[in-house]
C-alpha cells in the first residue's frame, strides 16, 4: 500500500507532551518528514530524515522511526504548536505520498 | 534564503487547462525535485509531481494523464499545467523544493521550501 495513516486529530494540555504517530508500509525503506500547517498557511517542514529538524524549528521537536511507523513528539507544547501535522515520504514505486494529517489542539 | 513565488489563473471553467508558474529565488536550481502539491479546501495534502533541473517528471498516477510539469532553468522557473479541469480540482495549489536522497540503510525525502500558495476555482 502507498498510504500513510494518521490519528485524525489529539489534544495535549499547554506545557504536557505530545505523540503523533506515521504508519505505512513505505516507512520501512524511507524516513518520514513532517510538516507542520496553520490556518491558512503553507505548510512548514518540522522534522526530516526521520530524526532532523531545520532550522529555526524548536528543539521540543522531536522525530523518531520504527518498523513501519514513524512518530513527532512535542515535549512542553506551546500554544503556537497548534494545527495539522502531516507526514510524508514516497511509496514504494518512487511517488510523493502524504499521510492522512493530524489536527493537534493545544488545551 | 530560498523563495518560491509562485502565480497563475485563480478562476477556471471546467475542461480549461489549469497553469501555475513558480520561480525560485535565492538559491539553486539543480539537484532538487521541484515539486507541486494540491489540497481541497478543508481537506489534505495531495502531491501532484515533480520536476529535476534535468527534466525528468514523476507523476501522481491518479492524475498523470492530465499533469505536465516543465522546468525553464534559464529562469529559475518550473510549471504545472492540469488539462480537463473539473470541480474537483478546486483547491489551494502550492510549488515546493523537493530533496531526496540515501543514508546508509534508509532513503528520506522531504519538502522544505514551500510557496504561498494559489487558490484555483473550478466553475462554470
Redesign the interface.
Known amino acids: 500500500s502507498s498510504e500513510l495513516t494518521q490519528d485524525p486529530a489529539v489534544s495535549v494540555a499547554l506545557g504536557q507532551t505530545v505523540t503523533i504517530t506515521c504508519q505505512g508500509d513505505s516507512l520501512r525503506s524511507y524516513y518520514a518528514s513532517w510538516s507542520q500547517q496553520q490556518p491558512g498557511q503553507a505548510p512548514v517542514l518540522v522534522m526530516y530524515g526521520a530524526y532532523n529538524r531545520p532550522s529555526g524549528i524548536p528543539d521540543r521537536f522531536s522525530g523518531s522511526s520504527s518498523e513501519n511507523t514513524a512518530s513527532l513528539t512535542i515535549t512542553g507544547a506551546q500554544a503556537e504548536d497548534e494545527g495539522d501535522y502531516y507526514c510524508n515520504s514516497r511509496d514504494s514505486s518512487g511517488k510523493g505520498v502524504f499521510g492522512t494529517g493530524t489536527k493537534v489542539t493545544v488545551l | 534564503q530560498v523563495q518560491l513565488q509562485q502565480w497563475g489563473a485563480g478562476l477556471l471553467k471546467p475542461s480549461e487547462t489549469l497553469s501555475l508558474t513558480c520561480t525560485v529565488y535565492g538559491g539553486s536550481f539543480g539537484g532538487y525535485y521541484w515539486?507541486w502539491?494540491r489540497q481541497p479546501l478543508g481537506k489534505?495534502?495531495?502531491?501532484i509531481?515533480?520536476i529535476n533541473s534535468g527534466g525528468s517528471t514523476?507523476?501522481?498516477?491518479s492524475l498523470k494523464s492530465r499533469v505536465t510539469i516543465s522546468v525553464d532553468t534559464s529562469k529559475n522557473q518550473f510549471s504545472l499545467k492540469l488539462s480537463s479541469v473539473t470541480a474537483a480540482d478546486t483547491a489551494v495549489y502550492?510549488c515546493a523544493r523537493?530533496f531526496?536522497g540515501r543514508?546508509i540503510i534508509?532513503?528520506?525525502?522531504?519538502?522544505?521550501v514551500?510557496?504561498?500558495?494559489t487558490t484555483v476555482t473550478v466553475s462554470s
Open positions: 515539486s502539491i489534505g495534502l495531495e502531491w509531481g515533480e514523476n507523476y501522481n498516477p502550492f523537493g531526496s543514508s534508509f532513503y528520506y525525502y522531504y519538502l522544505d514551500w510557496g504561498k500558495g
